[in-house]
Nanobody, 116 residues
């Protein structure tokens, strides 16, 4: 069973940057990888993803600020977040999905707080 562990969250001031990592216990080369976040009192939302071919997709509010990447050799997906805003405060989750393998795996999440 694939396991995911997110890291890199924390407290950052508005305008600052953070890089989140999602480390997998096994190969992720055949998985679509997504980043979700859940703000207090709100539903979890998908905001960035990267396909097995490295094609990325972002929610409009994140375009130009967030960058998702993957290093399959390290079984790791990254999320570079720049120009952070208070509204980016949320728990951030990594997801691995493979239709062929019938697998949908979640990490435990990492908290990001953007505040003075």
């Amino acid at each position: 069973q694939l396991q995911l562990v997110e890291s890199g969250g924390g407290l950052v001031q508005p305008g600052g940057s953070l890089r989140l990592s999602c480390a997998a216990s096994g190969s992720i080369s055949s998985y679509w990888m997504g980043w979700y976040r859940q703000a207090p009192g709100k539903q979890r939302e998908l905001f960035a993803s990267i396909t097995t071919a490295g094609i990325t997709n972002y929610k409009d509010a994140m375009k130009g600020r967030f960058t998702v990447s993957r290093v399959n050799a390290k079984n790791t997906v990254y999320l570079q977040m720049n120009t952070l805003k208070p509204e980016d405060t949320a728990a951030y989750y990594c997801n691995a999905f493979s239709m062929i393998r019938s697998m949908n795996v979640w990490g435990q999440g990492t908290m990001v707080t953007v505040s003075l």
